[in-house]
């Protein structure tokens, strides 16, 4: 999975107050905590750095009455209104932070939209800065962003299942903005149906999917609804769950989790870790509490992006797939009736193009007829015992064996080696007839380019901390890289067929990564060119873990 990453850049404030020691200590304190932060002590200087800034200014801090001889009547609250009422633009978010609680005050803040409503003398300046870093992270999250609503549309075009679409979202779009904002370490959980993984943050526990993880964001969850957050306490946590993982409960003790969606397929849920090496982290709990109001709809914002996105991709790529099914049945049948002769003939024995014509005009059949399966349901559709199979794990060994024993007519056995083993969450059949369709590449390629020594086909299986892969190599003359991309599109391998080396290759990859990917939620590549020099191919199947 290639990350897609929302390009984030460094926060900036502007600070409209008209005392100069408080202004100077809050500008000061924000550059420590790396924002770029501006200071206004009169309402000209505030009207320059907000033309100036535009849409680079994340979050105005606007104290409301301003000692300005040359505008005496001009609030905080005006400035605001000059900002959002500008021309075009992307308006920042509003903070209010003045000694002054009258009510005229207080409506003008609702009319501007201000965040809060946050009073000198009672909060305090690390209150502040908490409130800060949560608008800051709320407007880079804001689906108004055209960088970020290209990140998700990419999301949705490149994942292979909803739950990759939350992982790409959680690590391309929304670690990034928590890293740059929060002042702690971060990480964040994705539960679905198979579990619950790290796949975002900077926090120092592992990116994979654990036990540990699942138990602490459902009590986390258990607890939406508290004034105060959840807090993991070691302690507490070992004394009733003696099975979970020291090292990341040790590492975890102390944060405060933040449940940010709530739902049945996927869930998110944030983790602010302790830092008590950095002298000016934030405190997990106290931000915490501010991000519950701020952030919550903004991730649910996304979240409902990403998978409305997704699903629309979904069933765009099934149109195509059943318009493309039906061309290749048609073509295929209308092939064969031109080809009726050759019905009662041993194919081999006709002559050469004609020969090829007929095994074509099956393969198209045959693949139009697979392709309109796949584009005309999905798994959740599945019927009951077939939902059963797809559940329980494939094993991947058993599989390529049963595909060797169906190729053994083109080449021995011991011409491919098969180590180690691993299950995948596929069905059984699909699995099969991927991974036979990808030897039908492989030992056509052995045939057309005599390889030497045995084996001539190596299959590895390999678990790799929270996914499942198979590769899949040989070590033929590589076709270049611009052919084996058509040979994974639906018409491109027709094309081939100019190329008479190819003639015999057909369909085999396009509905290998098809029946991979599109129905089953897996990833199939293309990593050929990682082997360097001019020999061999690479393919790899992978599946998140069951």
């Not at 060994?397 to 995948?424: F, K, N, Q, Y």
């Not at 391998?493 to 089953?520: C, G, M, T, Y």
Request: glycine share 6%; proline share 5%.
């Amino acid at each position: 999975m290639e990350p897609v990453n929302s390009p984030v850049r460094e926060k900036t404030v502007l600070i409209v107050e008209d005392r100069e020691p408080q202004r100077l200590a809050l500008q000061q304190a924000l550059k420590l905590r790396g924002f770029s932060a501006y200071g206004a002590g009169d309402v000209e200087k505030a009207r320059a750095f907000a033309r100036e800034l535009g849409e680079d200014l994340d979050v105005m801090v606007l104290d409301m009455r301003l000692d300005d001889p040359q505008e005496p009547d001009t609030t905080g609250a005006d400035l605001g209104m000059e900002v959002l009422s500008a021309p075009g633009g992307w308006p920042p978010e509003f903070l209010v932070f003045s000694a002054y609680s009258e009510h005229v005050f207080y409506n003008l803040a609702l009319k501007l939209g201000a965040a809060a409503y946050l009073q000198k003398g009672h909060d305090n300046q690390a209150e502040v800065i908490r409130h800060i870093r949560a608008l800051a992270l709320r407007r880079g999250l804001n689906p108004k962003r055209q960088s970020l609503s290209l990140a998700i549309q990419s999301i949705a075009e490149t994942s292979a299942s909803m739950s990759e679409a939350v992982s790409m979202l959680c690590e391309g779009v929304l670690g990034p903005e928590f890293q740059s904002c929060l002042g702690a370490p971060s990480a964040i959980f994705v539960s679905d149906s198979q579990g619950t993984w790290c796949c975002g943050g900077d926090a120092p526990i592992p990116r994979c999917k654990a036990n540990i993880y699942g138990i602490l964001t459902k009590l986390a969850e258990s607890n939406v609804g508290s004034v105060h957050p959840f807090v993991i306490n070691e302690k507490i946590l070992r004394g009733h769950h003696e099975d979970l993982d020291g090292e990341i409960l040790s590492t975890l003790d102390g944060a405060a989790l933040l449940p940010l969606s709530v739902g049945e397929e996927v869930r998110i849920c944030l983790g602010i870790l302790k830092d008590e090496k950095t002298r000016l982290a934030e405190d997990p709990i106290e931000l915490t509490k501010i991000l519950a109001t701020y952030l919550r709809p903004a991730v649910l914002e996304h979240l409902f992006q990403v998978l409305i996105r997704w699903s629309a991709e979904v069933i765009r790529r099934k149109a195509l797939l059943r318009a493309t099914s039906w061309a290749y049945v048609s073509v295929g049948q209308t092939q064969r009736s031109v080809l009726p002769e050759l019905a009662d003939l041993d194919v081999a024995s006709a002559n050469a193009p004609l020969s090829t014509l007929y095994t074509l005009s099956s393969e198209l059949v045959e693949t139009g007829e697979i392709l309109a399966l796949i584009g005309s349901s999905d798994n959740s559709d599945l019927p009951a015992e077939e939902k059963t199979e797809f559940s329980r794990s494939t094993q991947v060994a058993e599989i390529v064996r049963m595909a060797m024993e169906d190729l053994t007519d083109e080449l021995p056995l011991d011409a491919i080696s098969v180590e180690g083993d691993c299950t995948m969450p596929a069905l059984r059949e699909d699995l099969y007839v991927a991974t036979l369709r990808v030897l039908q590449f492989f030992v056509h390629r052995a045939k057309e380019e005599p390889q030497g020594t045995l084996p001539l086909i190596r299959v590895e299986c390999i678990v790799d901390v929270d996914r499942s892969i198979v590769v899949f190599e040989d070590r033929s003359r590589r076709i270049s890289a611009d052919v084996r991309r058509r040979l994974f599109s639906p018409f491109g391998s027709v094309l081939l067929l100019e190329d008479a080396r190819l003639s015999n290759l057909h369909f085999p990859l396009f509905i290998a990564k098809a029946l991979v990917e599109v129905k089953n939620g897996g990833k199939f590549e293309d990593r050929s060119d990682e082997i360097g020099g001019e020999l061999g191919h690479r393919f790899v199947i992978s599946f998140t873990s069951a």
